[in-house]
């Protein structure tokens, strides 16, 4: 299902759930938490992709969300903690209820991503993946984009899905198609991979490149952009990708989710 959230009522028609990952909202959390998650609730959202409590004490940054009636159900964690203190992460994904860990940053030097940096990168979340799997945790890695430099017949992103064994991926459609790959084809091509979903659109015109930067406000309403995000939807739903969500870097987020829900509602 795509979630066709009516606006402020929370009505979810079909199987997925649409949310927002809280880095949409980075700017408007550091001037008032409380109503920022109120924010969100007025949109008729309800999951939420996070795991920062915005120098909160967790209970009481807990009690908003329970207020506002949001689940988060997944957490970030850098690669660093998944390397060296994947307990601080198990912890941090328990005190929220969180189901999913994602990882949307490998550190690398001055761009360089080869087949070396990927198979650490691989041993990382395969190692730290299976000791999430034991504490009922799913780990599902974001692509940047500097993942899908051409290796051998393929990508190096290829090389990372097909040794995947104790992780996942999270679809970030803005940044796969950055990176010179086409979102919709990596869904059809592998369709056990990917266990969430960024929905962001890519202002027409933009020319992507290997480095997994672009300048914020390249981020447009959803169904406005260069990207099938109605493709990109449908697939998601025959493949049952539980959670699909809304990242709008932009600083203009506050007025295009609202514009973006709509779409999400118009799609069939």
Not at 40 to 56: A, L, P, Q, R
Request: net charge negative.
């Amino acid at each position: 299902m795509i979630a066709t959230i009516l606006m402020g009522s929370g009505f979810l028609a079909h199987s997925q759930e649409v949310g927002i990952q809280l880095y949409s909202l980075r700017n408007q959390f550091k001037m008032d938490v409380s109503n920022t998650l109120g924010l969100i609730n007025e949109w008729g959202i309800s999951k939420i992709e996070g795991g920062d409590t915005y120098d909160m004490p967790l209970e009481d940054f807990k009690a908003l969300l329970d207020q506002n009636n949001l689940d988060m159900v997944s957490i970030g964690a850098t690669f660093e903690d998944l390397e060296s203190d994947v307990e601080k992460v198990i912890k941090n994904a328990k005190d929220f209820g969180a189901k999913y860990v994602m990882c949307a940053w490998v550190p690398h030097e001055r761009n360089t991503w080869e087949l070396k940096e990927t198979q650490h990168a691989t041993e990382v979340f395969n190692k730290a993946g299976k000791v999430l799997k034991k504490n009922g945790l799913v780990l599902a890695y974001h692509p940047h984009g500097y993942e899908f430099r051409k290796y051998k017949r393929g990508t190096l992103f290829d090389y990372m899905a097909q040794n995947a064994t104790d992780f996942t991926f999270e679809l970030d459609v803005f940044w796969a198609q950055h990176g010179g790959a086409d979102p919709l084809e990596l869904m059809k091509k592998y369709p056990n991979k990917f266990t969430l979903l960024h929905l962001k659109d890519m202002e027409k015109g933009i020319k992507g490149n290997n480095t997994g930067h672009e300048e914020d406000d390249t981020n447009v309403v959803l169904g406005t952009g260069q990207i099938d995000i109605a493709g990109v939807v449908a697939e998601a739903k025959k493949l049952g990708i539980e959670y699909m969500f809304i990242e709008d870097e932009s600083s203009n987020v506050v007025t295009q989710v609202p514009k973006s829900l709509e779409y999400l509602k118009s799609l069939k």
